[in-house]
């Protein structure tokens, strides 16, 4: 059978041509950036050095991309065109429906789709795991670092215990189908009903963690505005107990809040190995920024020691704990990859990057096409992550 | 010191035992269990067979019992033959005793692998044998030549070389194994055919470079950033330095500045930064050495947790445990004793 095809200058015209709501969605969101730029602080101070602009076209670019997928991408990611097994880069497909850019992989699937939807995943799961292991990695290395003693002692030694752990060994143990079933034989099923599994009473205490952390911030703060504590007390427990029914025991009420178990496992996962790190950051800044002079005041004033930690300290310790940030979505990325790449909770036939590249890396001798799209895909977002955060760290380290 | 070292084994035996508990605990869930069972007896095995074959075999018992076995402090028992009712040894391919005995890890006996149907320790030593071959030619790349890097970048900041070369550590660091992995293997295996894409020769042939170097480029690619960037901060710092200056200021040359006054100081961050390194090698070793056959530790490591073998497992976890703790102590150590102004208390 002959196959139309086109040439690699048509590919690449196509392709760019794909992405064109990401260009639009990009354009006017560097234009305003640029153009407010020194009004938007360190935000505005990255558009002042090329590293920084590049961080930041690469990150949007990806992050736009994931939010227009279905419109960008041409097939559906999951869709198999039987003659199309393992087609070169620009093969048309035989019923006219479209072209495969970057050719079918083993199971006749669209590369360039894949790696378009890939990118969903990843801004699905990074972004957020990174900033809740930050909300436990601040409400524990905050007490840590500022109480010292035996308090630091105990939170340091259970934040060591889980470093000592190898990376791939946790992952092997936690993100495992077999952890996921959920067990009815304990006090707690027989009370209430509702099966447990170790990533579910991870993330329970995980959003729970984050829910009591809101309460304290707005708590200390608002204590004396009686209509602001209120509102934001109210809110804060409504949301936390929308997203913990949703996210956790797969019964939101409105059905809009949902997620992968799979997802979760991972999410339970890379929260659990990352926020020791940002635990022992926070603690390091906490005990350099306790000794000011503004902290001295406060404690003078007589605020409460909540208050000092969260509305004193926490601010000051902003610009590393940012930088930190950048770098660690980066790496949470290569993790997720890892875990696509070992097939470890994520289904098979899920078109992460990580998974893709697993898949595609078996037949390298035959066909290399499949594999470099989600390879150079991971590389670029990492990669403007990783100039991002140095850029970061170059601004705020200006003043 | 010698307080302060004794208290560290103190925590890290406290360490060993919490991690070991855990991942005692994990691989003991009832899934993981019937995971092992279906493994070592038929696929298609009815409930009542697993659970005759997990009582038979000693996976009933209570968990701190179980534990206490593997630690050394509780006997072992054989197990009953059903048809005979006569002891016959658990694992008669380990040459395990067919009465009960003290077989932990405090007599230095790992257990046996259910997978690999040999020894723990036999298995192991050999798979660390391997693996250390490969980080010893890692390292013996990444070492100087992200030194390297980082010194030329550090020496004059803000400089063309500098910006160059932070861009490219950057970028080494953005590549993980399993990337640089496929690049490297698209290009030189495919493309150019001057390497190997399989390491598997490695194993028993021994180490050429034809089939070596693609593992080590892979590992040694995302460390060498890191280490670069490492490098390059603590060398900028110095080079800011009063000292410095003065030497600048007595007339001696840049080069001779560089090498004998800032290198010393230079070089004492990087040193803790690379110890610290070895247990993120661990990852890598374990996607490199599947990614490329090799059978070293992070490919026995796979293959156990693929398989739920519960004593090889936990040996690999020990194991990782030890290097990890181990590092750590070392840097610290080596901290104090390369910078005079630390003490340890």
């Known amino acids: 059978m002959q196959f139309d095809t086109i040439g690699w200058f048509a590919i690449s015209v196509d392709v760019l041509g794909r992405f064109w709501p990401v260009w639009i969605a990009m354009a006017i969101c560097l234009a305003l950036s640029f153009g407010f730029r020194n009004k938007l602080g360190l935000y505005g101070d990255l558009f002042k050095i090329g590293v920084g602009v590049a961080g930041v076209v690469i990150c949007l670019f990806w992050l736009f991309t994931a939010v227009f997928a279905p419109i960008i991408a041409p097939f559906d990611p999951l869709n198999q065109v039987a003659a199309m097994k393992d087609a070169l880069p620009g093969t048309a497909v035989p019923d006219g429906s479209g072209i495969y850019y970057f050719g079918g992989d083993m199971l006749a699937r669209d590369v360039f789709s894949r790696m378009v939807y890939g990118s969903r995943i990843v801004m699905l799961i990074a972004p957020f795991a990174t900033a809740f292991s930050l909300i436990v990695g601040i409400g524990l290395g905050l007490p840590a670092g500022y109480y010292g003693g035996r308090v630091d002692s105990v939170l340091c030694f259970l934040a060591n215990l889980v470093l000592a752990f190898p990376v791939i060994l946790m992952l092997y143990l936690l993100v495992t189908p077999e952890i996921r079933q959920l067990s009815f034989d304990n006090w707690f099923s027989e009370a209430t009903g509702i099966g447990v599994s170790i990533p579910r009473s991870l993330a329970a205490l995980i959003f729970l963690f984050t829910t009591i952390f809101f309460l304290t911030l707005f708590s200390t703060r608002f204590k004396d505005r009686r209509d602001r504590y209120y509102l934001l007390i109210g809110l804060t427990i409504l949301i936390g107990c929308w997203i913990n029914a949703g996210l956790v025991f797969d019964a939101d009420p409105l059905g809009i809040v949902h997620i992968d178990p799979n997802q979760l496992n991972i999410f339970v996962a890379v929260v659990l190995g990352s926020s020791p790190g940002l635990f022992r950051i926070v603690r390091g800044l906490t005990m350099d920024i306790k000794t000011r002079d503004y902290v001295a005041a406060a404690q003078t004033r007589g605020e409460s020691v909540w208050y000092i930690m969260l509305w004193e300290v926490l601010p000051n310790a902003r610009g590393p704990l940012i930088v930190d940030a950048c770098l660690r979505v980066g790496y949470t990325t290569i993790l997720l990859g890892t875990l696509g790449y070992f097939g470890l909770g994520v289904p098979p036939e899920s078109p992460d990057w990580g998974t893709a590249i697993k898949d595609a890396s078996r037949l390298l001798r035959a066909y290399i096409h499949p594999a470099l799209p989600p390879a150079l895909a991971l590389l670029s977002f990492v990669l403007g992550l990783n100039l991002l955060a140095d850029a970061l760290r170059e601004q705020s380290m200006k003043d | ?345």
């Open chain 2, 1 to 345: 010191m010698l307080s302060f070292v004794l208290r560290r084994f103190g925590v890290m035996t406290l360490t060993m035992l919490s991690l070991t508990v855990i991942v005692f605990y994990m691989v003991n869930l009832e899934p993981n269990l019937r995971k092992l069972a279906l493994n070592q007896i038929e696929m298609r095995s009815s409930d009542e067979q697993i659970e005759s074959w997990l009582a038979r075999e000693g996976y009933r018992q209570n968990f701190f019992v179980r534990y206490g076995q593997w630690l050394g402090v509780v006997q072992k028992q054989p197990t009953l033959d059903p048809a005979t009712g006569k002891a016959v040894p658990r694992f008669s391919y380990c040459g395990e005793p067919a009465e009960p005995f003290y077989g932990g890890i405090l007599q230095g006996d790992f257990g046996c692998s259910t997978k690999f149907r040999t020894a723990v320790s036999a298995k192991l030593f050999s798979a660390l044998v391997a693996t250390g071959k490969l980080m010893f030619w890692v390292m013996a790349t990444v070492v100087p030549i992200s030194l390297l890097i980082g010194i030329l970048a550090g020496m004059r900041e803000g400089s063309r070389t500098d910006r160059t070369l932070s861009v490219i550590s950057i970028a080494t660091t953005a590549t993980p194994e399993y990337v640089s992995g496929v690049i490297f293997t698209v290009i030189f295996a495919s493309w150019l055919g001057w390497l190997n894409g399989s390491a598997a020769s490695a194993t028993a042939q021994g180490l050429t470079f034809y089939n070596f170097s693609l593992p080590v480029m892979t590992m040694a690619i995302y460390d060498i950033g890191y280490i670069a960037r490492m490098t390059r901060a603590s060398m900028v710092e110095v080079m800011t330095q009063q000292y410095i200056r003065t030497a600048r200021l007595k007339g001696l040359s840049f080069s001779h500045v560089v090498i004998k006054h800032a290198l010393r100081n230079a070089l004492i961050t990087p040193f803790t930064v690379i110890m610290l390194q070895v247990p993120w090698l661990l990852t890598g070793v374990v996607i490199v050495e599947t990614m490329f056959r090799y059978q070293g530790f992070g490919f026995t490591l796979n293959e156990a947790a693929g398989n739920n073998d519960i004593d090889l497992l936990l040996g690999c976890s020990l194991v990782s445990v030890v290097v990890v703790l181990v590092t750590q102590l070392i840097s610290d150590i080596g901290y104090a004793y390369l910078n005079p102004r630390i003490r340890v208390q």
